[in-house]
Every structure is written in C-alpha cells, then in structure tokens.
C-alpha cells in the first residue's frame, strides 16, 4: 500500500502532470495522421526521455500510447480515414454519423468511450496486474489459434447485406496475411519472385489503401454532397441518458480490450472488431449496425484504450510486451538501467507505480485534451472534397513512406486503394478483409506452432480446455450467423 500511494504522490507533482499532458498531446496529435503510429512516436521521442527523471519519462510515453489510440478515430470520423490501425472499426458507424450530420455527436461518443475505456484498463492494471499477469503466461499456441478462430467468425457478422461477398473479401484477406516468408519454416510464399515482399505486407500500409485513396475518390465524386452532409450542426458531448444507456457496453467492451491487451501480438485493432461483433451480438437491434448506430461506435472505442491498460499488465509484471509500443515502451524501462520483470514491483516500485497512476490520469487528460482538439478537428469536414482529396492522398502517401521508407509500399498502398475502390463499387464489404488480415498471420504461425507440439496430431488442441472452449463459442458463433441455426430451431419449436 505504501508504494501505490507513493505512486500516486510523484504522478501528482506539477512535472509529472505536465508530462502526462504533454505525452497525451502529441499521442492525439500523431494518432490523428494516416500512418504515423503511436508506436512511431514512442521510439522517436524514447532517446529524449534518458536526461529525464524516469518515472515521469516513462509516464509520458504511456501517455502518447493512449492518446494515439483516441486519435486514431477523429480522422476515421470527419473523412472515413483511420489514423491508426485500432480505428478503422470506427469507420463503420463513425463516418455514417458525419454524413448524416452528427460528427460532432460521433467525436464526442468516441472520446467519452475513449476515457471510459482508459479507467476501466487504467483500474484493472492498478489493482489486479500481478493476477492477470501469470494469466498472460499461460497463452500459448494453441490458445492463440483458438483466438485467431473466434475472431474469423466475426467475417460472417461483418457481412452487410451479402454473405458470399463477405465471405469472399475475408478469404482475400487472409491470403494477402499469408503473402512473404513463413515465420516458422522461412519459407517465401505469394512473393511472385519479387525480394520486396518477402517480408509480406504491412498491416497499416494495406490499411491506409483500403481506406484512404478510395475515399478521396469519393470526396473528389461527390463533393457538393459531401460537404452538405458534413456540416456539424449537433453537439458534441453525448447526453448523461445515451452515457448511461451504453454502460453494459462500456464494460463489455473494456473487458474485451483488457482481455486481448494481455494477449502478446494482439493489440487495439483486433480489440476493436472483437468488441464491435459482441455489441451487434447482444444488441437486440442488430440491423442499426453499420447505420450509425452509437452502439457500434462506442464498443471499439471503449476496446482499443482499454486495451492499452492490458498489454502492460504483461509487461510490467512479466516482462513480456503485450503489443509494438509496449516493446518500445520496455526498451525505455532498459534505457534508465531499469529491468522489467517479476522484481519491477519490488526493486523499482516508484517508477512502476507512478506508470500505473500515469495510466489512470492520462485517460482525463485524455478528455480535455481531446475535447479542445476534437472542436479543432471538425473544421476539417467544412473543406470542400475536391481540397480534401488532394491533402487525403499527399498524407497518406507520406505515412506510409514513414513505416519503412520505401516507395514499394506507397506503391503497394495504391494497388490496395485501388482494390478498396472497385471493391466499394460492386458493393464487397471491406471489413472482412481487414479482419483477415489482422488475424491471418496470427492463425497460420500458431496452427504450424501447435502442430508441432503436438507432433502433427489435430489432437493437441484438445488438451488445452481455454482452446477447447473459445473453439466451442467459435463454432456456435458460426452456427448463430448461418441460416443453418434458424432452421434447427425451427425444427425444435415444431
């Protein structure tokens, strides 16, 4: 108890909170550019952080983590461009909301799912992070194959209008995660004898195509439409009935972003669509999915800064990060001669506690901060579409030059705009591709894993019972969203 309160005493000093502030400034600000990750960020900002104390250095790079997963989803809302991978769940009823002329009333829900999401991850790894700790070391292979399942039957619920087409755009997905060299046999697959795709294809540069370049050919399309449409004319933070009515959301999804932060390898992309298919799963109004509905705005993002309280638990307790920044979060603990560990908590328990606090506090930084920035923000829709098109694709093309600096995949970036285009056109839903390939690579390296383990037998994923029960939720998962169940239960009833 003595070193929580310590803690909580340096997390308040005026550096310390200058520091939170600031790390939550330039986290919103770097979140809100297509491609520059709050990942990036961290490792830019890292080396300036060694002439500082460590706890406040450390508190301020958390800080940025959170605010770039907030700042992700502004740009996602005004212009249908996700700033960071973890916000392109939002798109589906975020950018809805702004053509019908609500992307005051969007940006609010999702800053206020934002802070709520920071407090429920922020609670969870003040109170209980040793616990959900040792949890986090019982993940293995076979239980993230199992995962990697689960989160593949989402492709059906993701499946607007067409299963078949949904079906189809998942499956490209997945191929396209399997494109490069194979992480366990080394293997080169799909590269079409080109050096360039050995490594496969970055998740944010597909992303950044999918999303950005067809929408600025929209934009360019119909811009008078456009323009009418984006004119904010509502208030922006949500009434204290619609705040109370997403509670069993809120927590839902908060949980749901704990869970998968704990998960190594996961992060706040694969949070978001989990938290998006259970909000539509439980909502007894499913068809407003995809409308701009507020439920499916407010599930990911409560998930995605929920998830970063998660993916630190590991990492503090354990040393193990729990996605890419908390990695380069680790490198900083190194950086100060400080090792993360089992001993974090007792050898240097100043600095671990005041990064816990930091956590808490950042998500009311996170608030004001983002209120001021979002009222900023919402002058980007009063730009006609024919001067938002130009600047869309100049920022796309120089975020994704930043993820490796190379002009292969700014061209890689177009062929997927241009993918995302035709696919819009002929009315292919872009989602489930995205989920492939979030999750393909994951479910390819853990099957080869297993199977290993297990000496090639299928049979290796029944002696794990976590695996054994998120494969059994994954098969009736399927069964809920096929015509096959409804029929069944037809049967039943005569």
């Keep these: 108890m003595n070193e929580i309160m310590a803690g909580l005493v340096n997390v308040l000093s005026i550096d310390s909170l200058f520091f939170i502030a600031l790390g939550m400034a330039l986290g919103i600000f770097v979140g809100s550019m297509p ?4 990942t990036m960020a961290i490792a830019i900002l890292l080396p300036l952080t060694y002439g500082m104390d460590p706890a406040n250095g450390i508190a301020m790079l958390a800080s940025l983590y959170m605010g770039g997963m907030y700042g992700g989803s502004i740009l996602a809302i005004l212009i249908r461009t996700p700033g960071t991978p973890a916000a392109a769940a939002t798109i ?10 609500h992307a005051g009333r969007a940006l609010g829900i999702s800053l206020v799912s934002s802070l709520v999401g920071g407090v429920i991850g922020g609670i969870v790894l003040l109170s209980i992070s040793p616990l959900l700790g040792q949890i986090a070391l019982n993940i293995g292979a076979r239980e993230m194959f199992a995962v ?39 293997i080169p697959r799909f590269t079409f004898g080109s050096v360039y795709l050995f490594d496969g294809i970055s998740f944010v540069v597909a992303l950044i195509g999918l999303f950005s370049i067809p929408q600025a050919l929209r934009l360019i399309e119909k811009d008078k439409a456009v323009a009418k449409a984006s004119k904010i004319k509502d208030k922006i933070l949500p009434s204290w009935k619609e705040f109370i009515g997403q509670r069993i959301n ?17 992060g706040g992309d694969t949070a978001s669509w989990f938290a998006y298919n259970e909000a539509k799963r439980f909502s007894k109004e499913k068809e407003k999915f995809g409308t701009g509905h507020i439920d499916g705005l407010a599930a990911p993002e409560s998930a995605n800064n929920a998830v970063v309280g998660g993916a630190l638990i590991p990492t503090i307790t354990l040393g193990v990060p729990g996605s890419s920044a908390t990695a380069v979060l680790l490198g900083g603990l190194m950086i100060h001669g400080i090792m993360p560990g089992p001993t974090l908590m007792t050898e240097h328990a100043d600095v671990a506690y005041t990064l816990l606090w930091a956590i808490l506090f ?41 993820v490796q600096n190379s002009m292969v995949d700014v061209m890689i970036m177009f062929v997927f705009g241009i993918l995302g285009y035709f696919m819009d056109k002929i009315d292919v839903p872009v989602a489930p591709l995205v989920v492939g390939l979030i999750l393909g690579s994951m479910l390819d390296t853990s099957l080869h894993q297993s199977l290993l383990i297990g000496g090639g037998s299928w049979a290796v994923f029944l002696s794990s019972p976590v695996a054994v029960i998120l494969l059994i939720i994954a098969f009736f998962s399927v069964l809920q969203s096929t015509p096959l169940l409804g029929k069944v239960v037809g049967l039943f009833k005569k």
């Design 362 to 402: 950042s998500s009311i930084f996170l608030f004001v901060i983002g209120l001021l920035y979002t009222k900023v923000a919402v002058g980007i829709t009063r730009i006609p579409g024919k001067i938002l098109a130009p600047i869309i694709i100049l920022l796309s093309v120089v975020g994704t030059f930043a």
């Design 250 to 266: 809120f927590l839902r999804s908060g949980g749901i972003g704990v869970l998968t932060g704990l998960i190594p390898g996961t």
């Design 35 to 38: 491609g520059l990750s709050a």
């Design 148 to 186: 990697a399942v689960l989160g593949i039957t989402i492709i059906s619920s993701l499946s607007a209008g067409s299963v078949i087409k949904g079906l189809l755009s998942g499956t490209i997905g997945l191929l396209v995660s399997l494109m490069g060299m194979h992480a366990i046999t080394g």
């Design 92 to 101: 589906l009823d975020g950018y809805v909301m702004t053509e019908k002329g």
